[in-house]
């Protein structure tokens, strides 16, 4: 662990990034000066810039809620199943392409990719009787409808469905998804309103993107409300996802049988004992870790995983890495990697080939979407090796087979 702490700012801060760039430690700095955070500001080794605050960042706030520093895919997180079956068990390449396929075909995936019937939900009627007649801005009929068919779904950009092997041979399907739309809506409706609230209160942050809300304000208690909305939300999409799968495996392994099933979110906040106080413990892309806790830290695509115990360190705030993290931002992955570097890295994986980028070259031509691609990451074995002291490695997983959103 690295501690930084002079006289530009307010907190120090505690980091398990060795690499981190400019912009990381420049929104580190910011959250180290922001009025409502207390104790320290920690970044995971798989820290990198976000929007406002670094993803792979954990910090505490005294009756406060910021929301950018839950991000805007609220409950994004990771499903891991262990299943009873070996490795030997797929015959070909060709016996995993079928199941992916199958798997493809349950789960929509993509951005804007969703199921045409509605998926009923318990949580939508919850959610509508603790709202009231008061529905916040952020949900329509056209928004209540995309949440009920986007439920099940995968979304794009790093979310994924992996079939991995163990070290020992087993096999285990992981997942990586969130609350899609829903997320989104949220987190960009109480951004503003809180720098408008923020504003009236003459409150000078060291970035508009940290704009706050007291938690104990009207404002505040509907965030956390609608927050814990999209948590429940991205917990079920999961779920549902998971037991879609399932369902092709037992048609391709009637005998199939279970081990482990975890489920966590790395997008969200939470009201939390740390130093003898409460605290808004605020994690964006960073995972609780309390002694003994199972966490789930994924590398990229192409690259091995790791089902991980906590060890409840305080100095992270109980807290572990979501990932690899990226090395490239997803404009820089494409114009610097090749095309036969990232196939050569994903030799012997079923994987859909890289397609193209909706952004296009000088001259107009397309240009492939490699910003997903294993090479655009960082060194998975070397963030876990970065937070020995917040996580100890249980079971290593390698990709047999990626579905990518």
Known sequence: MIQWENHEQRIPIKSWCADADAITLEQAKNLANHPAAREHISL?????????????????????????????????GMGALETGLNAAAFTSMAHLRGITEAIKRRIPLGE????????????????????????????????????RRNLGTLGGGNHFIEIQRSETGGVWVMLHSGSRNMGQRIASYYHQEAK??????????????????????????AYIRDMNHALAYALENRRLMMGHIKEVLGEFFPDITYGLEAAIHH?????????????WIHRKGAT??????????PGSMGTPSYIVEGLGNPASFRSSSHGAGRRLSRSAANKTLTLEACDAAM????????????????????????SEAPLA???????????????????????LAVIKG
Request: aromatic share 8%.
């Open 347 to 370: 030799e012997g994986i079923v994987y859909d080939r890289f397609g193209f980028s909706r952004s296009r070259g000088k001259g107009g031509e397309k240009i492939r979407d490699l």
């Open 288 to 297: 609780a870790a309390d002694k003994g806790e199972i966490g789930i830290i």
């Open 44 to 76: 995971m080794p798989d820290a990198h810039g976000g929007f406002g605050m670094p993803i792979g960042g954990v910090i505490a706030c005294e009756n406060a809620v910021i929301p950018n520093a839950v991000g805007v895919d609220i409950g994004c």
């Open 112 to 147: 804007g990719r969703a199921h045409r019937e509605k998926t009923e939900w318990a949580g939508f009627a919850e959610w509508r009787a603790g709202a009231g007649d008061c529905l916040p801005p952020w949900w329509t009929e056209k928004g209540d409808d995309l949440d």
């Open 196 to 221: 408008r609230l923020n504003s009236a209160m003459g409150i000078a942050l060291p970035d508009a993107d940290l704009a706050f809300i007291p938690a104990d304000h009207s404002l505040g208690e």
């Open 267 to 279: 997008n969200y906040a939470a009201l939390e004992e740390h130093q003898g106080r409460a605290y």
């Open 377 to 399: 990451y960082k060194d998975i074995d070397a963030v876990i090796a970065a937070e020995e002291d917040l996580v100890v490695p249980k079971v290593k997983l390698t990709p």
